[in-house]
C-alpha cells in the first residue's frame, strides 16, 4: 500500500482488528510479542509539527515498504523476554498479576490495613501468591494526590520487615519506592524489581542504584501526580506524548546501562492526568506495544471507575476493576497490578479459556 510518508515525521503503528485465531491465515496475522493475541492490521499513525498528518488502517501484509515502520513492527511482534524473579521465572506469553501490598497508613484504597505488623501484611502477601499473582509489590508510601512524603528511614522500617518474610517464603516481590535508600534496602531485604512512579527520576540516585543491581524495573509516566485524576494539565495528543515520553526514558535508562530486557512500561493511570487522557490511554493501549518492552496496567480501584460510576468509593469498584484488567488482557498487557487478586485471576481464567476455544475451535 503506497503511502507518502514525510522523512521528518514521527511514525506510529497501533495493532488493531484482532483475529481469534492464526489457523490458515498466514501472512494475514501477525502475533502480539509472543503472546496470546493475533491481530491483521495496524493503525498507522504520522506525526509533524505536533498533530496527526496521517491516520490510516493498513493489513499486515500490506505495511508499506518503510524502515521506519518495519522496526516498529518487528518490535511489536517480538516476544517479550522472560523475567528471572529469585528462583521463579516471569514469562509474558499471558497476562501476569501484580498483586499490591500497602504497609501505610494513607493510601486512597487499603492504607492502613497492615502498618505496624510485618507478620501480618507479609502472610497477605504470601496468600496472594497463592491466589495467582506471580509477585506482589510492597510500598511505604503514598502516591496518591495529597499525600505526605515520607521520609525514607521511616519508608524502610515499614517495608523492609515484610520483604524480608516474602523473600524467605519464594514469593517474587517487587518495590514500590521512588527513593534510592528505599530501592537499596528493599534489594538488600530480598525484593527482586523495582517499580517506580517517577521512572528513576524522583532521585538522582535512583538510576544508579537500579543500573548497579540490574534488577528489572518499572518505569511510570506519572504527569504531574499532585494533581491526580481528573486534576491533570491535560494534553493535546496522551497517547502520542506520553507514548513519546515513555520511549524517550526507556532510551535514556537503557543508556546508563540498564538492559531493555529488564524494563517495563507503565502509561500511569490516574497519575495527573485528566478522566479523557486516561480513556485515550486505555482505548489505545496497544499502542505501547511499539516501544519493545512488556507493559504493566495499574487501573485497579481508580479514579476513573468512581467517574463513570456515580462515585463509587474505592472499596466498591471490583467490577471496574474487572473490566480494565480484562480491557487490559485483550489488548495485550502483559502485567496487571490490582488489589483483587482471586476475583481477577478468575476473570482471566474465563478470558484464557475463550481465547484457547478461540484458537483451537472451527
Same mark, same amino acid.
Not at 518503510?66 to 528471572?84: E, F, G, K, N, V
Not at 495485550?332 to 482471566?348: I, K
Given at each position: 500500500?503506497? +503511502?507518502?510518508?514525510?522523512?521528518?515525521?514521527?511514525?506510529?503503528?497501533?495493532?488493531?482488528?484482532?483475529? /481469534?485465531?492464526?489457523?490458515?491465515?498466514?501472512?494475514?496475522?501477525?502475533?502480539?510479542?509472543?503472546?496470546?493475541? &493475533?491481530?491483521?492490521?495496524?493503525?498507522?499513525?504520522?506525526?509533524?509539527?505536533?498533530?496527526?498528518?496521517?491516520?490510516?488502517?493498513?493489513? !499486515?501484509?500490506? +505495511?508499506? /515498504? /518503510?524502515?521506519?515502520?518495519?522496526?516498529?513492527?518487528?518490535?511489536?511482534?517480538?516476544?517479550?523476554?522472560?523475567?528471572?524473579?529469585?528462583?521463579?521465572?516471569?514469562?509474558?506469553?499471558?497476562?501476569?498479576?501484580?498483586?499490591?501490598?500497602?504497609?501505610?497508613?494513607?493510601?486512597?484504597?487499603?492504607?492502613?490495613?497492615?502498618?505496624?505488623?510485618?507478620?501480618?501484611?507479609?502472610?497477605?502477601?504470601?496468600?496472594?501468591? @497463592?491466589?495467582?499473582?506471580?509477585?506482589?509489590?510492597?510500598?511505604?508510601?503514598?502516591?496518591?494526590?495529597?499525600?505526605?512524603?515520607?521520609?525514607?528511614?521511616?519508608?524502610?522500617?515499614?517495608?523492609?520487615? !515484610?520483604?524480608?518474610?516474602?523473600?524467605?517464603?519464594?514469593?517474587? !516481590?517487587?518495590?514500590?519506592?521512588?527513593?534510592?535508600?528505599?530501592?537499596?534496602?528493599?534489594?538488600?531485604?530480598?525484593?527482586?524489581?523495582?517499580?517506580?512512579?517517577?521512572?528513576?527520576?524522583?532521585?538522582?540516585?535512583?538510576?544508579?542504584?537500579? @543500573?548497579?543491581?540490574?534488577?528489572?524495573?518499572?518505569?511510570?509516566?506519572?504527569?504531574?501526580?499532585?494533581?491526580? #485524576?481528573?486534576?491533570?494539565?491535560?494534553?493535546?495528543?496522551?497517547?502520542?506524548?506520553?507514548?513519546? &515520553?515513555?520511549?524517550?526514558?526507556?532510551?535514556?535508562?537503557?543508556?546508563?546501562?540498564?538492559?531493555?530486557?529488564?524494563?517495563?512500561?507503565?502509561?500511569?493511570?490516574?497519575?495527573?492526568?485528566? +478522566?479523557?487522557?486516561?480513556?485515550?490511554?486505555?482505548?489505545?493501549?496497544?499502542?505501547?506495544?511499539?516501544?519493545? !518492552?512488556?507493559?504493566?496496567?495499574?487501573?485497579?480501584?481508580?479514579?476513573?471507575?468512581?467517574? +463513570?460510576?456515580?462515585?463509587?468509593?474505592?472499596?466498591?469498584?471490583?467490577?471496574?476493576?474487572?473490566?480494565?484488567?480484562?480491557?487490559? @488482557?485483550?489488548?495485550? #498487557?502483559?502485567?496487571?497490578?490490582?488489589?483483587?487478586?482471586?476475583?481477577?485471576?478468575?476473570?482471566?481464567?474465563? &478470558?484464557?479459556?475463550?481465547?484457547?476455544?478461540?484458537?483451537?475451535?472451527?
Amino acid at each position: 500500500m503506497p +503511502l507518502d510518508l514525510p522523512t521528518d515525521a514521527t511514525l506510529y503503528l497501533r495493532p488493531v482488528q484482532f483475529a /481469534d485465531s492464526p489457523v490458515d491465515r498466514d501472512g494475514q496475522v501477525a502475533r502480539l510479542a509472543g503472546g496470546l493475541l &493475533w491481530f491483521s492490521a495496524y493503525e498507522l499513525i504520522a506525526v509533524a509539527g505536533g498533530r496527526r498528518i496521517v491516520q490510516a488502517t493498513i493489513p !499486515v501484509a500490506d +505495511l508499506p /515498504d /518503510d524502515a521506519r515502520l518495519h522496526a516498529i513492527a518487528a518490535r511489536i511482534t517480538a516476544p517479550r523476554p522472560p523475567l528471572q524473579l529469585g528462583e521463579r521465572t516471569l514469562r509474558f506469553d499471558q497476562p501476569q498479576l501484580m498483586g499490591i501490598l500497602n504497609i501505610t497508613p494513607d493510601s486512597f484504597s487499603d492504607g492502613g490495613r497492615h502498618v505496624g505488623d510485618a507478620e501480618a501484611a507479609a502472610a497477605a502477601g504470601v496468600d496472594m501468591a @497463592a491466589q495467582g499473582a506471580a509477585m506482589i509489590d510492597v510500598g511505604g508510601e503514598s502516591t496518591r494526590p495529597g499525600a505526605a512524603e515520607v521520609w525514607e528511614g521511616d519508608e524502610i522500617k515499614r517495608v523492609v520487615p !515484610v520483604i524480608e518474610r516474602l523473600a524467605r517464603s519464594g514469593t517474587p !516481590v517487587s518495590i514500590d519506592t521512588r527513593k534510592a535508600a528505599v530501592m537499596q534496602a528493599a534489594l538488600a531485604a530480598g525484593a527482586h524489581l523495582v517499580n517506580d512512579v517517577s521512572a528513576l527520576l524522583w532521585d538522582d540516585r535512583a538510576l544508579d542504584v537500579v @543500573a548497579r543491581a540490574q534488577c528489572p524495573v518499572v518505569l511510570m509516566h506519572a504527569g504531574d501526580p499532585k494533581q491526580g #485524576a481528573d486534576g491533570g494539565r491535560g494534553y493535546r495528543d496522551p497517547l502520542i506524548e506520553i507514548y513519546d &515520553w515513555l520511549e524517550r526514558r526507556i532510551d535514556a535508562v537503557v543508556a546508563a546501562g540498564i538492559d531493555r530486557a529488564r524494563i517495563i512500561a507503565d502509561p500511569g493511570i490516574g497519575f495527573g492526568k485528566a +478522566l479523557a487522557d486516561n480513556l485515550a490511554l486505555l482505548n489505545g493501549l496497544a499502542l505501547f506495544h511499539g516501544l519493545g !518492552v512488556p507493559i504493566l496496567l495499574g487501573a485497579s480501584r481508580k479514579r476513573i471507575i468512581g467517574a +463513570l460510576s456515580n462515585e463509587a468509593p474505592a472499596n466498591d469498584r471490583l467490577g471496574g476493576s474487572l473490566a480494565l484488567a480484562l480491557k487490559g @488482557a485483550e489488548l495485550g #498487557a502483559q502485567l496487571l497490578r490490582v488489589h483483587d487478586v482471586p476475583e481477577t485471576v478468575q476473570a482471566l481464567r474465563i &478470558w484464557r479459556g475463550l481465547r484457547d476455544a478461540a484458537l483451537t475451535g472451527r
